[in-house]
Structures are given as structure tokens and as C-alpha cells.
């Protein structure tokens, strides 16, 4: 096996007081004989149990008798019930000698199992549990960036383990990919790009089902969903038709087949998810059609299996005039969708990105979440650190994610927070939920950097339960993944805790994003996209900096907000500080609410960024011989990297303003 287990490595654990309760396990009633997934759960009992307490369970399986299986006194006992769960809810409780997992179903009993362990990983107490849960998103799903070549856009671990000279990849890293997922209530994957191109259109055609199919099978003794990202154009490209227009009879006709087709050699199909009329890809504005058009008629296609259409709101114009200062690409996601509320079936879900430019350091919400009111929505995030230090820097994304989640967007009165949008409770919808844009790939240790595999648990964990807070995601990460040492545990929690910040000082300031190396996006380049068509400028001049999105004087992007939030946004004396560029264009000697001027703001935060990842980095090597010397050794690498980024930023950020501006630094420190 040339990679580990992340957080399912299950370390020994010495003296855990709770051991007796954790002997046998019983199975009974209502559970199929032949349950992949409940075979999966026990095996997974049985191995974690083996590990970290070195107990060999006594299986007793298949106790038909409800009462008999009740009056088993010890051990472990999964029982499927009636109680008021969701599908995929559990119960887990103490009583007695037993551990009673309870749930409606068999992934609600997967789920439950990966809890008991996950709590017995970290050392805590099984005695007088009493669990009820159910998740807060129905849909937890991945989206993969990988190509059929081997490689991955936006990927910095390695290649794919789904695909090699374009062929599908099924073997043991499938499943450990499965258990790991699942194992933070992950329940739906996408495995190819959202840039569909060449052979990858083929996915959804005999070349590739069968062995999709040997995929889907394992995914779903998991829970999990398999999803294939679809090329709009399929039918021309794949179909032989001249066309693809969503109200052509001949392009109807062609999905309908395609998709029974799919169906019927994969019955656990989740569905497609479309990157449409978005950076080059084709979509329904070429025949003069709507969204809704292109995204009703695939769902169609897929509804009378079940199967979903997940359409993503990512369409902006690519092409822009930097010179012209009225476009902005931050209106484009609502402009093109909020005419179309309502108008999109059922089964038809708009996958929103979280702030309305592209995945940055720091970006406001999407004005689109607290817009639409009759739609299914999931809200994307990106865990591939593509503008947050490709996984060489450490960057932990749940305090991003968590107060994304928790932007109040008053869509509607008595509470309307971007969570329960998503989760579908606001508007009463079930199609709803989080996806992530993975950060995963063929890696030994899945995600590059050891550390920014959080960001991979973290996000299922999120959108199990948004209410976990980002410390207690980083804790229970970090006693899975470290042995018992509470050296290494606060080490670790204080890297992570502060990461996003302290790279959000060293990189663009407040909220203005960009200054990437155009194509790769890392590494400084200040007026990398300055010039450029995509719509993501600085604007500074020798007086100041910052896009104005006003109503009164600039592009109007603030009136997509509600109030009062749009009134927040529109005055800079109220907009919150850490997004002030990004929604004012403001003076270099513009005083902050610390008494300092922007550009002092700007010189201190920057240098302050390289001395934090020198703590950073230094409290690393104080863990030398604390953890596995592999690990050890690989993240300092990375740390060593990170720093040498954070310079190069630290330097050019303010050389750059200075010559702009012309202002010294208060302090007289170094600037070139
Ligand atoms: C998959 C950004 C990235 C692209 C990505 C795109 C998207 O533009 O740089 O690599 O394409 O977002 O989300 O579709």
C-alpha cells in the first residue's frame, strides 16, 4: 500500500477505561443478510477496535429475533428501528453492558459506527452516551477536478487515483478512499472535472459503465453516490447531432437514452453535475435558451430514477475590458440566476461558490444565497487550496467555511442564515447541501500537505452537523490523526487555528483577493490579473486602492444584498474592515478603526505574516521525534516553502505600495 489512512490509521490508545463494553457485536433484525454496508460497518468496528485497543471482537451476527437480540447483555448491538430519524440518523446509546446503535437504516447505522469510533479513537468516555443525531445537509458531496489523463486541475497532491491514460482506476484505494470519506458522513462523490473534455465526455457511455459500475458498488457499500460531471455538448460531441439545444427533440431524446442507459447498468446512479456557458464551456446560451432550459431537460432525464442535476452558477464574462469599470464580475452569478427562480424543476440543484468572485482568502458571501427563495441550492467550497497556498502553505478552511455559514443574509424574516439556506430548512427544500471541491489526490498521505488533510475532514464534518464549532473539528482531526501527546495536540490546534489568518496577512489585503501568478495562482504577482480579461482587479493608483461596488457611485454589487446588509456593505465607515477593498476604492492615509492608515495596515500585517509563520514553523520542529519522523519531515518541507512564499508576498506586496504611494513606513523597517 503506498499511502496511509489519514484520520482511519486508528493509533493505539493505553488505558481506556471504557473496554469491557466493547466485546461482541450483535446484528438483528431488519437488516439484509447480504448488506455490503453493513458488512462494511463491522469490519470497520473490527479493525478500529483491533488497533487502538488490541480487543478482537466476537461477531454474533443476524439475530433475527427482535426480543432475543434485546436481551443480549454485552457488547455492541446495530439495530435497525422506527424512530423519528432521518434516513441517515442514529441513536447511540449506553446501556447497561452495551452499546446500542440504533437507526432507520443501513447508512444511518454507518454512520452510527463511524461515530462509536471516532469517539473511542480519541480517548473519549462510551459510558452513559446518549446520541441522537441527524445531518443537517442531505447532500455532503465532492467534486473531483480530475481528468482522464491522471491529472487534476487545481490539484496539488499527486494525480488521480480515479483515472490513468484515460481509464477508470477501481482497486484498494477506491475503498480506503470510501471508508475515509464516509467515515465523516460524506454521501455523495463527483470523480471527473467540471471541465469536461475528451474522453471524459465518453464516462456516461458504454466504454466506461461497467467499470463505473464496479466503482459505484463499492461506493455504495459506503452510503456514497456516484455522480459523473457531463459535457453539455455531448450530443454533438459524442451523438453525432448537430446540435445541442435543450428543447431539440433529437438532444432530449439522446440524454433520455443516455441516461437509461447509465441507469440501467448503474441503479445507484446519483446524477450529473454541468459546468455550462462558464470559461469556454458550452451550455444553452448558444441557442439562445436559459439555464433553467439546459438544466430542466437533463433533469428530466434523470428523474424518473431518482437521479439528480446539480447545475452550477458560476457563469461570468471571461472576456472583460480591464479598462472598463462598470462590469463586475462579482454581479455575474445573480444576474444570470435570480430571473430564474422558481423556474428550475425539483430535481435541479444550483451549486453557488461562497463569495461571488472565486475562491479567495476573503471574499462576502454570494448575494445569490440570500436571493433565491424557490430553488435548491448547495453551497461550494473549495478545500483544493488553489488561492490559499496549493497545500505547500498550511491554510485550515473551517473558519472560513464556518462564518460563511453563519452570514445572516435576510432572505427571511426570523432567521435566514446562509446554513440553513443550504441545508434546505429556511425554504422547506430536501435537494439541498455542501460540496466541496476536493483536495485530494494519489499522494501517500491523500492531500500533500499532512496538515490540510483537516481541511478534507473538516468539510465532511461541517456538513454533517454546521454547528461543530472549528476548534472542535481541529481537535477531534488531530487525536485521530497524532498519538496521545498533549504537546503535539496544542502544537497542532494553534497552527491550524491561526493559518487562515496568518495567510491572509502575508497575502492580498482586506478582502481584494487576486495578485496571483496568473495560470498557476501562486506566488505573488501584484498586477498578475490587473490588466488582464477576467474581471479581477486592484485598481490601486499613487492615492489608493479597491474596487468600488456601490450603489451610489460604483457597480451596484452591493444591492444584491438585503438590508440591511446592502446599507453595511455600501458605507465604509460600516463595512466590516477584513472586506473593505473588496467593496471601496480607499485612500492610502485612510485611517482603520486601529487608529492606522491603510497603508500601514498594509506594511504591518505583511510583516507580521512572515514572523507568524516563523512561530509557525519553529513550534513545528519543536515536534521533532514527537511524531512519525515521515510526517515530521514532510511538513517542514512544506513549512520551509511557506515561509519562503510568505517573504516573497511580504516583499513585493509592499514594494509595490510603497512606489505606489510614496509612503514610508511608520516603523522604517526594510522595504525594497
Ligand atoms: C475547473 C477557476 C479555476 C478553474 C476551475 C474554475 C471552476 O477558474 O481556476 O481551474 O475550473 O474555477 O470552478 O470551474
Redesign the pocket.
Known amino acids: 500500500m503506498n499511502y496511509n489512512q489519514c484520520w482511519l490509521n486508528y493509533n493505539p490508545i493505553s488505558n481506556y477505561p471504557d473496554k469491557e463494553v466493547l466485546s461482541d457485536i450483535a446484528i438483528f433484525t431488519g437488516v439484509n443478510k447480504s448488506s455490503a454496508i453493513i458488512e462494511n460497518a463491522v469490519n470497520e468496528l473490527e479493525l478500529a477496535l483491533k488497533r487502538i485497543l488490541n480487543i478482537t471482537i466476537n461477531r454474533q451476527q443476524h439475530i433475527e429475533d427482535a426480543k432475543q437480540a434485546d436481551a443480549i447483555q454485552t457488547g455492541i448491538i446495530l439495530m435497525i428501528t422506527n424512530s423519528e430519524l432521518k434516513d441517515e440518523g442514529f441513536i447511540l446509546k449506553q446501556e447497561g453492558n452495551r452499546i446500542l446503535i440504533q437507526a432507520n437504516t443501513e447508512q444511518g447505522l454507518l454512520y452510527g459506527t463511524f461515530d462509536l469510533i471516532r469517539r473511542i479513537a480519541q480517548g473519549d468516555r462510551i459510558k452513559e452516551l446518549d446520541i441522537r443525531q441527524n445531518p443537517k445537509n442531505n447532500i455532503r458531496i465532492l467534486n473531483h477536478?480530475d481528468n482522464m489523463d491522471g491529472s487534476i486541475?487545481?490539484g496539488y497532491s499527486g494525480k488521480s487515483f480515479f483515472f490513468e491514460n484515460e481509464e477508470l482506476l477501481v482497486n484498494d484505494r477506491t475503498r480506503d478512499y470510501a471508508r475515509l470519506i464516509a467515515s465523516v458522513g460524506i454521501n455523495a462523490t463527483v470523480i471527473n472535472?467540471?471541465?469536461v473534455r475528451g474522453a471524459a465526455s465518453e464516462l456516461v457511455t458504454d466504454r466506461y459503465l461497467d467499470k463505473l459500475r464496479t466503482m459505484a458498488d463499492i461506493f455504495e457499500g459506503y452510503g456514497i453516490k456516484l455522480y459523473l460531471s457531463a459535457n453539455f455538448a455531448a450530443p454533438i460531441e459524442i451523438g453525432g447531432l448537430s446540435v445541442s439545444d435543450p428543447l431539440d427533440k433529437d438532444v432530449i431524446n439522446w440524454w433520455d437514452k443516455c441516461v437509461r442507459n447509465i441507469y440501467s447498468k448503474i441503479p445507484s446512479f446519483g446524477g450529473f453535475l454541468i459546468?455550462a456557458d462558464?470559461?469556454g464551456r458550452p451550455g444553452p446560451f448558444t441557442y439562445g435558451r436559459t439555464h433553467a432550459d439546459g438544466a430542466n431537460m437533463l433533469a428530466r432525464a434523470l428523474k424518473p430514477y431518482g437521479g439528480l442535476l446539480i447545475w452550477?452558477c458560476?457563469v461570468y464574462n471571461c472576456q472583460q475590458d480591464w479598462r472598463d469599470y462598470k462590469t463586475d464580475r462579482a454581479r455575474a452569478a445573480y444576474d444570470n440566476f435570480i430571473g430564474l427562480d422558481g423556474k428550475f424543476d425539483d430535481n435541479v440543484i444550483l451549486q453557488i461558490?461562497n463569495g461571488p468572485m472565486?475562491?479567495q482568502v476573503r471574499e462576502p458571501v454570494s448575494p445569490l444565497f440570500g436571493a433565491l427563495k424557490n430553488t435548491n441550492m448547495i453551497l461550494e467550497v473549495q478545500a483544493a487550496q488553489?488561492y490559499t497556498g496549493q497545500q505547500r502553505d498550511v491554510c485550515y478552511l473551517i473558519p472560513m467555511w464556518k462564518e460563511i455559514l453563519e452570514f445572516e443574509t435576510y432572505s427571511k424574516s426570523g432567521g435566514s442564515k446562509i446554513s440553513n439556506i443550504v441545508s434546505g430548512n429556511t425554504y422547506n427544500q430536501l435537494n439541498c447541501g455542501m460540496a466541496a471541491?476536493t483536495n485530494t489526490g494519489n499522494d501517500y498521505n491523500w492531500t500533500g500537505h499532512d496538515l490540510v488533510a483537516s481541511n478534507l475532514y473538516g468539510f465532511g464534518r461541517l456538513s454533517w452537523d454546521t454547528e461543530l464549532s472549528s476548534e472542535q473539528i481541529a481537535r477531534e482531526w488531530i487525536l485521530q490523526t497524532f498519538p496521545q501527546d498533549e504537546r503535539v495536540h496544542n502544537a497542532v490546534l494553534d497552527i491550524l487555528l491561526k493559518s487562515w489568518s496568518v495567510y491572509e496577512k502575508y497575502t492580498s489585503p482586506l478582502g481584494i483577493g487576486w495578485m496571483v501568478n496568473p495560470h498557476s495562482?501562486y506566488g505573488v504577482n501584484v498586477d498578475g490579473y490587473e490588466y488582464d480579461r477576467w474581471g479581477t482587479y486592484h485598481r490601486a493608483d499613487r492615492d489608493g486602492m479597491g474596487v468600488d461596488r456601490t450603489v451610489k457611485n460604483g457597480t451596484g454589487y452591493v444591492g444584491q444584498y438585503n438590508e440591511p446588509n446592502a446599507s453595511m456593505y455600501e458605507n465604509k465607515e460600516t463595512c466590516p474592515e477584513e472586506l473593505l477593498l473588496f467593496f471601496h476604492y480607499i485612500r492610502y492615509d485612510y485611517r482603520l478603526s486601529s487608529g492606522k492608515t491603510l497603508i500601514q495596515h498594509i506594511y504591518d500585517t505583511h510583516f507580521e505574516g512572515v514572523e507568524d509563520v516563523i512561530k509557525m514553523a519553529k513550534d513545528w520542529e519543536g515536534l521533532k521525534g514527537l511524531v512519525a519522523s515521515d510526517i515530521y519531515e514532510r511538513v517542514s518541507a512544506r513549512f520551509e516553502m511557506q515561509l519562503s512564499n510568505a517573504k516573497e508576498w511580504r516583499d513585493r506586496v509592499n514594494t509595490y505600495f510603497y512606489r505606489k504611494s510614496g509612503k514610508n513606513d511608520e516603523k522604517g523597517r526594510k522595504i525594497y
Do not use: A
Request: hydrophobic share 30%; net charge neutral; charged share 45%.
Open positions: 477536478w486541475e487545481r472535472n467540471v471541465n459546468k462558464s470559461e452550477r458560476f461558490k472565486d475562491f488553489e471541491v495562482h
